[in-house]
């Protein structure tokens, strides 16, 4: 079907849905969507057609069914890129499949067990340089730690010990891309203006910080028990390395860190589920990670509940690689497809009053996941997470053990204003005032 087909917005013949986009926050524009146009809507944007899928059955065919006929979106491969080149999120075909079945041991469910005793560790020394009265910027404190945990349970290196400014080094990036997601202005990276200079410089810098890694690593493989030195040993190369340990360090820190702010400021709205949840956590053994872990919780649900109102991740973005069917539409090859994760959580013919905070809506058995296509926050299908299992583990962890010491109270709005960047990002700092525990 021809694009005008396609239910969506006015465009203008020139410029499309540009302008639009440009002067609004996209994801409250998109949660409007469904209500507006149903299943399916279509907008122009600087030249790229993209069409947003809004029923969970092509929700669930693109990442799982048909997911052989599509691949990820090339505008987002070529923004990207010259940061995580060809590491496991961009790569595609008998690439990605190999390098998956080399990445997935260090994720196995065995390997869970060490990694929680890190956590704790961690954890623990965030804690004691926390104090009750102290007001944090809490976005900001659990992505130090969480770029602390990742280093150390992938890479076994302690970054509290160098002299990396990593958390910096991060915060240029996201800007970078915070700028692009509100925009969709991509001024190639070669063009001479500040903002690609400040980018290409953290890239340099972060290159420089993994070189030495790697490097170090591979000249002495025994004092190390790291996913570097297993990748060394499986013959890949220097270059494959690094893209995959940037894509890893970059992936494996900032989602996690967003998913933990946004869970202890949305408790720090709901004083009862927060005083529930925190005596749940106090009769949880976290420093026994292996026994607490299995059971199923309020705390699995309040971080379940978190990831739905307030993902990380809030798009999926696919091209079909034929044309295809979808909701009775036929969409060419190489469209833009948006599954959003922001948009379909907050679906009102799907979730029942969704804007609202409810753990409990998940109480019928809270580790079975729900239909794909109705809650994606780690994608589903072959390309779904890798780090899921991990990023749960260390939020039930970190989550666990603020509440055993604190008593969180968030001094952010709510509804909290996120704006989307390569995650959604708060747009003001998330302010928490830690209270003693009685
Ligand atoms: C709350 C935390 C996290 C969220 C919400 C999240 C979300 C996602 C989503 C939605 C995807 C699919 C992207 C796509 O297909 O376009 C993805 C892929 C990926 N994630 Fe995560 N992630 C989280 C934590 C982690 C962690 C802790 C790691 C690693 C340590 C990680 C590493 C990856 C990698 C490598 C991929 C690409 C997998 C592949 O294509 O085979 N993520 N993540």
């Known amino acids: 079907m021809s694009r005008a087909d396609l239910p969506g917005p006015?465009?203008?013949?020139?410029?499309?849905?540009?302008?639009?986009?440009?002067?609004?926050?996209?994801?409250?524009?998109?949660?409007?969507?469904?209500?507006?146009?149903?299943?399916?809507?279509?907008?122009?944007?600087?030249?790229?057609?993209?069409?947003?899928?809004?029923?969970?059955?092509?929700?669930?065919?693109?990442?799982?069914?048909?997911?052989?006929?599509?691949?990820?979106?090339?505008?987002?491969?070529?923004?990207?890129?010259?940061?995580?080149?060809?590491?496991?999120?961009?790569?595609?075909?008998?690439?990605?499949?190999?390098?998956?079945?080399d990445l997935e041991p260090a994720f196995h469910p065995e390997k869970m067990a060490t990694y929680a005793n890190r956590i704790v560790t961690h954890t623990d020394d965030k804690l004691d340089q926390w104090k009750a009265g102290d007001i944090l910027t809490l976005d900001e404190e659990m992505k130090e730690l969480t770029l602390n945990i990742i280093t150390d349970v992938l890479f076994d290196v302690d970054p509290r010990s160098e002299d990396w400014d990593l958390p910096s080094i991060f915060s240029d990036i996201i800007e970078y891309f915070s700028y692009i997601a509100q925009t969709y202005l991509y001024i190639p990276e070669w063009i001479p203006i500040s903002r690609n200079w400040s980018y290409r410089h953290a890239i340099e810098r972060l290159d420089d910080i993994v070189d030495e890694l790697i490097t170090r690593q591979k000249n002495q493989p025994d004092n190390y028990d790291s996913l570097i030195t297993d990748l060394v040993n499986n013959g890949w190369e220097?270059?494959?390395?690094?893209?995959?340990?940037?894509?890893?360090?970059?992936?494996?820190?900032?989602?996690?860190?967003?998913?933990?702010?946004?869970?202890?400021?949305?408790?720090?709205?709901?004083?009862?589920?927060?005083?529930?949840?925190?005596?749940?956590?106090?009769?949880?053994?976290?420093?026994?990670?292996?026994?607490?872990?299995?059971?199923?919780?309020?705390?699995?649900?309040?971080?379940?509940?978190?990831?739905?109102?307030?993902?990380?991740?809030?798009?999926?973005?696919?091209?079909?690689?034929?044309?295809?069917?979808?909701?009775?539409?036929?969409?060419?090859?190489?469209?833009?497809?948006c599954l959003s994760q922001w948009v379909t959580h907050r679906d009102h013919r799907l979730y029942d009053s969704p804007y609202e905070f409810r753990p409990n809506r998940w109480k019928a058995d809270s580790l079975t996941p729900p239909p794909t296509g109705l809650y994606f926050p780690f994608a589903a299908g072959p390309r779904r997470?890798?780090?899921?299992?991990?990023?749960?583990?260390?939020?039930?962890?970190?989550?666990?053990?603020?509440?055993?010491?604190?008593?969180?109270?968030?001094?952010?709005?709510?509804?909290?204003?996120?704006?989307?960047?390569?995650?959604?990002?708060?747009?003001?700092?998330?302010?928490?005032?830690?209270?003693?525990?009685?």
């Open 385 to 438: 997470c890798i780090g899921e299992r991990l990023a749960l583990i260390e939020g039930k962890i970190v989550l666990g053990k603020l509440l055993q010491n604190f008593t969180p109270e968030s001094f952010a709005e709510d509804p909290l204003e996120v704006i989307p960047s390569l995650s959604t990002q708060p747009k003001d700092p998330i302010k928490i005032k830690l209270h003693p525990r009685n």
């Open 10 to 101: 006015d465009t203008h013949p020139l410029i499309g849905n540009t302008l639009q986009f440009h002067h609004r926050n996209t994801l409250t524009w998109f949660e409007n969507f469904p209500n507006t146009y149903g299943d399916i809507a279509q907008i122009t944007v600087a030249g790229n057609q993209i069409v947003l899928l809004m029923n969970p059955d092509d929700i669930q065919t693109v990442l799982i069914g048909d997911n052989d006929k599509y691949q990820k979106s090339g505008f987002h491969k070529v923004m990207t890129s010259s940061l995580i080149g060809n590491g496991l999120v961009l790569s595609e075909g008998d690439r990605w499949r190999s390098n998956r079945r």
């Open 238 to 337: 220097q270059s494959e390395i690094r893209d995959e340990v940037v894509t890893l360090l970059l992936a494996g820190h900032e989602t996690t860190a967003l998913m933990l702010a946004y869970t202890v400021h949305l408790l720090g709205k709901n004083p009862v589920i927060r005083d529930q949840v925190i005596s749940t956590a106090d009769k949880t053994d976290i420093e026994n990670p292996a026994k607490s872990l299995r059971q199923s919780t309020l705390l699995d649900r309040v971080l379940k509940e978190s990831l739905r109102l307030y993902p990380p991740a809030y798009a999926i973005f696919r091209q079909p690689t034929e044309d295809v069917m979808l909701n009775g539409y036929e969409i060419s090859e190489g469209t833009i497809l």
